[in-house]
C-alpha cells in the first residue's frame, strides 16, 4: 500500500496535522506514541491556549485523546528509524516495517536527540537505532545499549536475547532491564570509539569499553540520521510559510521547526502542514 501521507509525531502539531487529513479523507498512517504528548502531559498549568483557561497538561492530551478517538483515527506505536526517497515516494523504515508514502510531515517534536560524539560517523558501521532489524548481526557478541526511555526495555532484553554481553546505559530513573549477560552502568557513555567500525564506548571518567556494536533506543532519531539530505537550521528543521522544508512532499509543524515552544504554534503549524499536503498531492495528480 502507498500511503498519502505519513505523520510523524502525535503531539500538538502531529494530531492537528492528522485532525486535518482525516476531514479531508486522505489516506495516511500516524505514527508515535500512544500517550500522545509526554512533555505536554507534564506541564503543571497551560494558560496561553486560546478558549481553554488554566487547564494542566494532562488535560489537554486527555482532550485531544478523547478527540482522536471520536474521529477514528488511529495511531501507529513504533519509531520511524529512517526516511529515504524511493522515486517520487518515500520509504519510511520504523523498527522492522516498511512504509511507502507520496508525503511526509514531521512533527517529532524539539529537534535536540543528543547524539554522541562518533555516533553519525559510525551509524550503519555497528551504530544502529533499530534493535529487531539489526540485532541478529550481533547475536553471541558484546554490545552497548544507550537507553533514554523505559518503554524502550523490551528492546533492549530482545537484543540481550542474542549477545553475549550487554552494556545497558539508562538515561532514566528506575530501570529494570536485569539478566546475566546484563551489566547495568552507573557512568554514562560519553563518546562512540572507532575508525572504520565500532570498537569500544568511552566512559564520564575516561575509561573505555571494547564492544561489537552500539545500539541507541531514543524517543527520536537525529534529524541527521533520520533525513540526512534535510536542511536544518541551529539544530531546527528548516521551513517556509507552508511549513514545506529543502525537500519535495517533505513539510514540518510543530517545537521541530523553532520557537516559540507552544502549543497553539504546534497546532497552527499541523493544519497548515496538512493542507500543504493536500495542495501537493493534487498538484501530483
Request: charged share 20%; glycine share 12%; proline share 3%.
Amino acid at each position: 500500500m502507498v500511503y498519502d501521507a505519513a505523520v510523524i509525531g502525535t503531539g500538538p502539531a502531529g494530531f492537528s496535522a492528522a485532525l486535518n487529513l482525516k476531514i479531508h479523507g486522505k489516506n495516511f498512517i500516524w505514527i508515535g506514541s500512544k500517550n500522545l504528548s509526554e512533555k505536554a502531559g507534564k506541564a503543571e498549568r497551560i494558560d496561553n491556549y486560546p478558549g481553554l483557561s488554566h487547564i494542566t497538561g494532562k488535560e489537554l492530551n486527555e482532550m485531544f485523546g478523547a478527540q482522536a478517538e471520536a474521529m477514528g483515527l488511529t495511531i501507529t506505536e513504533q519509531m520511524v528509524n529512517s526516511i529515504a526517497p524511493m522515486g517520487a515516494n518515500y520509504a519510511l523504515m520504523a523498527g522492522s516495517e516498511f512504509y511507502e508514502t507520496r508525503a511526509v510531515i514531521l512533527a517529532t517534536g524539539t529537534a535536540r536527540t543528543a547524539v554522541l560524539p562518533g555516533e553519525s560517523a559510525l551509524v550503519g558501521k555497528g551504530v544502529s537505532y533499530c534493535a529487531t532489524c539489526d540485532g541478529g548481526l550481533y547475536r553471541g557478541r558484546t554490545i552497548a545499549v544507550v537507553c533514554n526511555a523505559a518503554r524502550f526495555e523490551h528492546e533492549a532484553e530482545f537484543l540481550a536475547g542474542l549477545a553475549a554481553g550487554v552494556y545497558y546505559f539508562p538515561l532514566y530513573k528506575d530501570p529494570a532491564l536485569s539478566g546475566e549477560n546484563v551489566e547495568l552502568m552507573e557512568e554514562r557513555a560519553v563518546e562512540i570509539l572507532g575508525e572504520e567500525r565500532v570498537s569500544g564506548v568511552k566512559l564520564k571518567s575516561g575509561r573505555e569499553i571494547a564492544v561489537d556494536g552500539v545500539f541507541c533506543l531514543r524517543d527520536s532519531v537525529a534529524l541527521a540520521s533520520l533525513l540526512p539530505s534535510l536542511e536544518t537550521e541551529e539544530g531546527h528543521i528548516a521551513v517556509d510559510r507552508e511549513m514545506a522544508t529543502n525537500l519535495p512532499g517533505v513539510y514540518a509543524a510543530g517545537d521541530c521547526t523553532g520557537r516559540p515552544y507552544q502549543y497553539a504554534k504546534a497546532v497552527g503549524e499541523g493544519n497548515v502542514a496538512a493542507h500543504s499536503v493536500i495542495a501537493y498531492l493534487a498538484g501530483k495528480e
